[in-house]
């Protein structure tokens, strides 16, 4: 049973940073494609940041130069610092996996609040 956790979440100023973290359990996590989503009230859920298996990287272009996608496999985690916060980014954010373009598991989400 492949699972994913998130955590990290919370209220953060305008301006200011939070690490929201993803951890990963019940396969190999090394050969995971990984991505993180975000769905703010009243809107569809939207791609922020991916993560490939080689460590290849892409950004939606709302969060790019702010928000960095790494990740540590000896960890079996994902990791999305966010810089630069605005109100804005406020959402509940979703890791989630995927293999050869098959989709894997989603996490239970975690709740960032921007606000002054």
């Known amino acids: 049973q492949v699972q994913l956790v998130e955590s990290g979440g919370g209220l953060v100023q305008p301006g200011g940073s939070l690490r929201l973290s993803c951890a990963a359990s019940g396969s190999i996590f090394s050969i995971w494609n990984m991505g993180w989503y975000r769905q703010a009230p009243g809107k569809q859920r939207e791609l922020v940041a991916t993560?490939?298996?080689?460590?290849?990287?892409n950004y939606s272009d709302s969060v790019k130069g702010r928000f960095t996608i790494s990740r540590d496999n000896a960890k079996n985690t994902v990791y999305l610092q966010m810089n630069s916060l605005k109100p804005e980014d406020t959402a509940v954010y979703y890791c989630h996996a995927e293999y050869m373009l098959l989709p894997g598991p989603w996490g239970q989400g975690t709740l960032v609040t921007v606000s002054s």
């Open positions: 993560i490939t298996s080689g460590g290849s990287t």
